[in-house]
């Protein structure tokens, strides 16, 4: 048994996995990729935890478990076992050869300080990623900058943007949407958050409007 591919397949059929997952053997599971996660590739401890937890997905999704989805979680593109700590342990699905590599993209920009998080962690209009263990993460861009003893204010010009983004449902596409280089910036195709704090950030609503009204939001 590859373990990797197990928890990669388990990733890729997870609403299979969960239909079989029992309480008891789900807190279990949960418990090894948490420690898999903390855990730096390559260490003895890490490998322990991704084959505990094998253990118990393998007999749940049964003898193909390990097969059916090889190639994807052998590649970088694909599904890994990262996936499923991220669908049982985060709650979100930004996951397997398209989303995962987004999902990285979006977490690794700089993040408000816990403090801050926690005074305005409850902000409807600001966006709120689900970091690794679930936790908010709100990205930075959203506040203007401060003395370094002084708690950050949302910018007002976000707020108005993520409303018209709905970032409160679909946190990921607004935060994708800011960091993107956008083609209406012209030929650089610069990302909209290039534009918080100079003359053009009056044209960031008109831009989110254009996006919008393609989608039909």
Known sequence: MNADRVLAAAAADVDRLLAVLGAEDGVRLRRYLTVMRAEPPGSDRRREAIEAAAGVVGPLL??????????????????????LAVLLIDGHRMVGPLLGPV????????????????????????IRLPGPGGGARLPLF????TAPSTLPEPRPRVLEVNR?????????????WWLS???????????????LG????????????????????
């Open 62 to 83: 049964g003898p193909g478990a390990g097969g059916r989805y090889a190639d994807a979680a052998g590649t970088d593109g694909g599904f890994r076992p990262e996936d």
């Open 103 to 126: 999902r990285d993209r979006l977490l690794a920009t700089p993040m408000l300080n816990a403090d801050a998080t926690e005074r305005w962690g409850a902000e409807r209009e600001l």
């Open 142 to 145: 959203q506040f203007a900058p």
């Open 164 to 176: 018209l983004l709905d970032a409160r449902h679909d946190p990921w596409g607004a935060a994708d």
């Open 181 to 195: 280089p956008n083609a209406w910036l012209g030929m650089d195709a610069a990302s909209p958050v290039h534009l």
């Open 198 to 217: 100079t003359p053009d950030e009056a044209r960031l609503p008109d831009l989110a409007g254009q996006l919008t009204s393609e989608e039909g939001i």
